[in-house]
């Protein structure tokens, strides 16, 4: 077999170890390339099953498409510069998504929002990774084939030339997927981490052009790619349009975000929708669902400070699990109604929102004892004290743990009761249809606390639901009825009286349920955001309807 004749005459590829080192980091960049999607992602959509099953699925279609017109490219070119350069334009492109993602993300997002009514977080998430990732990926795609076309000189040795390469690429894809997620990530945050990655690329490039002494592309590769360097750091606000934010970060598990307007401060992991912790600044607790879950202590017999029987120590014994601790605003909660001679035990899987949670906008007391654990190996594993009230408070928009809303979990939630306790289970997604999330979550809590009946609470102003279950099946509605209406008991605490008259039984379906093995959660809950988009984007949907496009930026003028 004839020798490659451009191979032959590179400096640089004739000991072909520099070919394998393109496979190795080509491979590592693909990886990060595929958790970094997730975390631009996520802020937006979630980081739920459904986006992570579109990122891997766009991802692969497009390596798919890289390898076949790689390897027509690879039959057809003899010169190696031209794989350079694509891993050059590829390095470039990666270097601004940083840049253009979220602008991009936020249009697309508000876009489709105005006119698909179905399956949105689909198909915003899909279209999104399309635009942002697909061309990049493809053209990284196309490495592999090359390198195989270059590196090989006859037939006798394809075989061992193609293990190498792709096991130099596979192990380049395992740092990718441990790198990202383990150190860049948590050290210098998403958009850095694509400009790491893309640095490294236009690294392996401009090596070869150099050493070859093909220096007319390389120096306005390099040139973009240390502009967006300065760039990206000082312009790097996922929610751009705001301007109360205070910090935002990011940790193993999450996008962190503190904001405030005039009267609060806000936690979030969610640029969009909603807040997982609040904290007024002049100390009013009348807070959202929070307020909504503080009669869950006096239901379970811990008592109020406000009542005449309340003296220092008295609640001593009581204990309140809360699982999903964010800020620990319920916390302040229940310190302000119920005293702080109540145990308090917060459970948060992210060290990060924790060490926020201590900081000086949240303020969380040190008398709250914290495990950075997961809730339900808090649970399941070497914990054998029993609570006077559990608060599930880790299910964030569409992301709900699976595993913390089976028959199984709630099960395990009721086992760590006292035979008073309470359960207290926070869903911000309220939805209407058959068979929406509500019903699973009710027939599966109905199932696992033996048919003991279940109290809805809406809170008004948001898609909150709470749900109150007693350990031993008490009516929770009549008994908070009869503590509001005993003045030693709840005097002052005004806020009952609004959660008894809120408060309604809930009547299961007998046929929803969530098991360990079976629990297609995110699906479900896609379809209730639909739900909610239509109800809070329905006037607008209605004039792009009646006047059309042109007639909605009138109306919005």
């Known amino acids: 077999m004839e020798n490659n004749m451009s191979v032959q005459a590179s400096k640089l590829l004739k000991n072909r170890y520099f070919l394998y080192m393109t496979a190795f980091f080509a491979g590592m960049s693909v990886m990060a390339v595929e958790i970094g999607a997730s975390r631009l992602i996520a802020p937006f959509f979630s980081s739920s099953q459904i986006v992570w099953t579109i990122i891997i699925g766009i991802i692969m279609i497009a390596l798919a498409i890289g390898y076949v017109w790689g390897g027509r490219l690879a039959d057809k070119q003899k010169d190696p510069a031209k794989l350079y350069v694509r891993i050059l334009i590829a390095a470039i ?39 942002l990732f697909v061309f990049p990926l493809v053209l990284l795609g196309t490495v592999s084939p090359a390198l195989v076309k270059f590196a090989a000189t006859n037939l006798s040795e394809n075989g061992k030339v193609v293990g190498e390469l792709s096991a130099l690429n596979t192990v380049g894809s395992i740092l990718g997927t441990f790198l990202p997620t383990f150190v860049t990530i948590p050290a210098f945050g998403t958009s850095r981490t694509f400009l790491v990655f893309a640095f490294i690329l236009a690294a392996i490039a401009a090596t070869y052009f150099v050493v070859e002494k093909r220096h007319l592309i390389k120096g306005p590769a390099v040139a973009m790619l240390v502009l967006a360097l300065i760039f990206v750091p000082l312009h790097n606000s996922i929610a751009f349009w705001d301007n109360s934010i205070l910090y935002e970060g990011e940790s193993v598990y999450n996008y962190l975000q503190i904001s405030e307007d005039e009267d609060n401060y806000y936690f979030r992991t969610h640029v969009v929708v909603g807040a997982q912790s609040i904290r007024s600044k002049d100390g009013e ?146 939805a209407e249809q058959e068979g929406n999330i509500n019903d699973y979550l009710i027939d599966t809590i109905y199932k696992s606390f033996g048919g003991s009946p279940i109290f809805k609470v809406d809170v008004s102003g948001t898609s909150n639901s709470l749900f109150y279950v007693s350990s031993t099946g008490k009516n929770l509605k009549e008994l908070l009825k009869n503590a509001i209406n005993d003045p030693a008991v709840a005097v002052g605490i005004a806020s009952f009286k609004d959660i008894e008259a809120r408060m309604s039984v809930c009547q299961p379906k007998g046929k929803y349920f969530f098991t360990d093995d079976k629990a297609p959660v995110e699906l479900i809950g896609a379809k209730a955001m639909d739900e909610l988009i239509a109800e809070g984007l329905g006037e607008f949907r209605q004039i792009l309807k009646e006047r059309g496009f042109w007639g909605l930026v009138d109306y919005l003028k």
């Open 93 to 131: 492109w990666l270097a601004l998504i940083p840049l253009v993602s979220k602008y991009i993300i936020a249009g697309i997002t508000l876009f489709l929002a105005l006119f698909v009514t179905s399956n949105f977080l689909v198909i915003a998430t899909f279209i999104c990774c399309i635009v």
């Open 285 to 430: 607790n009348d807070q959202w669902y929070y307020s909504m879950a503080s009669a869950a202590p006096l239901l379970a017999g811990i008592k109020p400070v406000a009542s005449a029987e309340y003296t220092e120590q008295i609640n001593a014994d009581s204990k309140v699990l809360i699982l999903g601790l964010a800020m620990g605003t319920y916390c302040q909660l229940v310190y302000d109604y119920y005293g702080y001679d109540v145990q308090i035990t917060g459970v948060e899987i992210d060290q990060k929102i924790v060490n926020l949670a201590r900081g000086k906008y949240f303020e969380l007391s040190d008398k709250v004892d914290v495990v950075v654990t997961d809730g339900r190996a808090f649970l399941a594993y070497g914990n054998n004290e029993k609570y006077d009230v559990i608060v599930v408070d880790a299910y964030q928009d569409i992301t709900i743990p699976f595993y913390m809303c089976t028959q199984e979990f709630f099960t395990l939630v009721k086992n760590h009761l006292t035979d008073d306790g309470v359960l207290v289970v926070n869903l911000n997604m309220r």
